[in-house]
């Protein structure tokens, strides 16, 4: 009798099979969007964020001024109409000079983060997975870049490379790999010892096999995480490195080159430093904001 009812059960289609498998991700999903607007910190960081964003992407049809071209005849400009923020010691106006930058930092994060993250993956697996020698070489390399602090060791390597952007990318990369490291190797190696992983070795896949399919993923979670609580940190060593000379060189208008272009006019001008200042300080504040909800969101106390 049970097995004629069985028999008798229409199958389910290929879709709702579908449907049911992905049920308890939706739910999940769900779950999180709802932590997401009980969180405050999360939503104003989001808007924080977003409006940063999209301010970078439509730049050229905010900006009612090319953010280079200069006007001598309106130099110095207080802020009012039609300069917003006013205009710097060689009459560019400074509100299109702070929208376009926004597609500086952008690109500078977008940069930073790639270039840090695979070097920090690439380095905390291999020590993680390999051990012994490895491990020890690896993370003594960590610890020594560690040592220093980060904007005095961007500094050294910019001077050694050159003020340009690309270079500046390239130091920020250079000392922001280290925590993702610790954290892809501190993965590593609870990730190794479990039993699949033993399965796959006894199937005959090697160490790089294993690495790059069965660790490296469950490496990335963490420091995607870690990766938005850094994201502040990387526009202010861009604007600390700008603001030295370091960084990018005029004409770009990158936010810290800007503040630095109005120290010689910071009492009697003080725009031209202000609002490539406050716009500074707001999307740090933003990511801060951003990334301490994530870290408030995925913590098991409040999942549950």
């Known amino acids: ?75 110095l400009q207080a802020p009012g109409w039609p300069h917003l923020f006013g205009t ?14 926004a597609r500086i930092e952008v690109w500078i994060i977008c940069l930073v983060s790639v270039i840090s993250i695979a070097i920090g993956l690439i380095t905390g697996v291999s020590a993680g997975y390999l051990g012994r020698f490895m491990d020890e070489v690896l993370m003594r390399a960590t610890d020594m870049f560690m040592a220093f602090p980060r904007l005095v060791l961007a ?39 479990q039993p699949y992983i033993e399965a796959a070795r006894a199937l005959g896949a090697g160490a790089p096999r294993i690495m790059i399919l069965h660790i490296l993923p469950m490496s990335v979670s963490p420091v995607i995480v870690q990766l938005t609580l850094r994201m502040g940190t990387i526009i202010l060593t861009a604007a600390g490195l700008g603001f030295l000379g ?25 725009w031209i430093s202000t609002f490539p200042g406050l716009a500074i300080a707001v ?22």
Do not use: C
């Open 1 to 75: 009798m049970i097995d004629a009812a069985k028999r008798d059960r229409p199958k389910k289609t290929r879709l709702e099979l579908l449907i049911g498998q992905s049920r308890p991700i939706l739910e999940d999903i769900r779950h999180t969007v709802y932590l997401w607007k009980k969180t405050p910190l999360a939503m104003i960081g989001s808007a924080m964020i977003l409006l940063f964003l999209a301010t970078a992407v439509f730049a050229p049809w905010i900006a009612p001024y090319d953010p280079i071209s200069q006007d001598m005849n309106n130099r």
């Open 88 to 101: 710097d010691q060689f009459g560019r106006d400074i509100f299109s000079r702070v929208v376009y930058g």
């Open 155 to 193: 500094m050294a390597f910019t001077a050694a490379l050159g003020p340009t952007l690309t270079n500046t990318i390239i130091a920020i990369a250079l000392v922001d790999w280290t925590i993702y490291a610790r954290l892809a190797r501190a993965d590593t190696i609870k990730v190794k010892a």
């Open 246 to 270: 370091l960084g990018a060189q005029p004409p770009i208008p990158e936010w810290g080159a800007i503040v630095s272009d109005g120290r010689s006019y910071l009492f009697d001008q003080w």
């Open 283 to 304: 999307v740090v504040l933003g990511f801060n904001f951003l990334g301490d909800g994530i870290r408030d969101i995925l913590d098991p106390k409040i999942r549950r």
